[in-house]
């Protein structure tokens, strides 16, 4: 706090009339150093993973039968390599154009060169099934933990009693590891994020891992813990329900289990998020929180975050009603609308590809045998030719017999 006087105003973090010096004076108060505790939980998480990839998920993996993808090798072409990792994975027609003249290749062969090139790059099943596993587990964990420490809070029933006594409210030992291990958490979410699956919502993924640390951040210095607790058990509730359901999606045999565990995490994400979310959180902190203080610069800040947290909902619960559109009209759900970013693209594209080889086959057997049937005909054409001729000279020579 001596390194950045201007930012830890007090005016800036607590309401009118409290200081830095009035929350010091308490027992069990959130200090802003305590935050530090993050940064090792964040490197802690980070080698756990490592080792929860190497030995907890292969065993369930094999469990649910993940799938594997076959890759095909790519040749090897100097020119298109070096395109490929300093231009653009994907070409335009022009780019195309050029690099015909350049390897002496046709464009099915330079297209089919790309496809197959990207195809080799696409996260595996092992990966994703890895990162959802990770995830699934964490989220379980801090949802139970977060409702065993809640469930018998006088503000986990009536969200008044989150500003009764607001600033100077005692934090628990619990709720103060559940707050660092979030944040932890979501810290090595962000760390990792150049390395995990990118994902059509790599975008907005990145906005809502800021969103909340600075979230956890700025509510713990503020004493907001209370219903930042309730912030947080509220997203875990489906969190580890999405996680789930994609680890049995990449598995063999769980079709129906993956679309009952969709459908369920649709529900309660929808009714979480868009309805409880507003109603609850937000109404709680932009209206009853009034009737505790006066509104100062963290009141707004805070306001704000959740409402980006909002925005985010929303734009997630569109690609989710998607998906349920898909599952009623088709029966099943055929991907998920935030999957890598071009992983089923291509999946798209190498079914086009094979198509594609496979017409090219077929085109060639066709010409083949279209020449043989044409063979065919013209031999059956001079033989039918040579019948009538022959048959066309027997009555001509029959005829004059008779006429002599």
Request: hydrophobic share 45%; net charge neutral.
């Amino acid at each position: 706090m001596d390194l950045l006087p201007d930012l830890w105003r007090h005016e800036y973090w607590l309401p009118p009339g409290i200081t830095w010096r009035d929350m010091e004076q308490m027992q069990e108060c959130p200090r802003p150093r305590d935050l530090l505790f993050a940064l090792p939980l964040a490197l802690g998480f980070i080698v756990l993973r490592l080792v929860f990839d190497r030995v907890v998920a292969p065993p369930l993996g094999r469990c649910v039968g993940l799938r594997s993808r076959l890759r095909m090798a790519v040749a090897p072409a100097t020119k298109l390599e070096s395109f490929y990792t300093q231009q653009n994975r994907q070409p335009s027609q022009s780019d195309i154009i050029s690099l015909m003249a350049q390897c002496d290749k046709t464009q099915r062969q330079i297209e089919t060169w790309f496809r197959h090139r990207r195809n080799h790059d696409r996260p595996s099943y092992t990966k994703r099934f890895c990162e959802a596993c990770w995830r699934f587990f964490f989220y379980l964990i801090a949802f139970l933990a977060g409702l065993a420490t809640l469930i018998n809070k006088s503000w986990f029933w009536d969200q008044r009693e989150c500003w009764t006594g607001y600033p100077q409210q005692p934090i628990e030992r619990a709720h103060f590891w559940y707050y660092q291990l979030e944040l932890g958490f979501y810290l090595s979410l962000l760390l990792c994020v150049s390395v995990d699956v990118k994902r059509k919502d790599f975008k907005e993924q990145v906005i809502h891992h800021i969103a909340t640390i600075f979230l956890l951040g700025f509510s713990y210095c503020s004493n907001y813990v209370r219903i930042g607790t309730l912030v947080m058990l509220l997203h875990d509730s489906s969190d580890f329900l999405l996680e789930s359901a994609k680890m049995f999606n990449y598995g063999t045999g769980w079709r129906k289990t993956c679309d009952t565990l969709f459908v369920i995490f649709a529900a309660v994400f929808l009714v979480t998020r868009l309805v409880v979310f507003p109603s609850k959180i937000i109404h709680t902190t932009l209206v009853l929180s009034m009737e505790v203080f006066e509104p100062f610069a963290g009141y707004y800040f805070f306001n704000l975050l959740l409402m980006v947290l909002q925005a985010l909902h929303v734009f997630w619960a569109v690609l989710i009603l998607r998906m349920a559109n898909k599952f009623l009209f088709l029966g099943k759900l055929d991907k998920d609308e935030r999957s890598d970013e071009e992983s089923e693209l291509e999946e798209e594209d190498d079914d086009k590809g094979e198509g594609e080889e496979k017409d090219e086959e077929g085109e060639c057997c066709w010409e083949r045998s279209k020449d043989a049937l044409n063979s065919k005909l013209k031999m059956l054409n001079k033989s039918f030719v040579l019948n009538n001729l022959n048959n066309h000279r027997a009555a001509i020579v029959s005829k004059m017999r008779k006429a002599r």
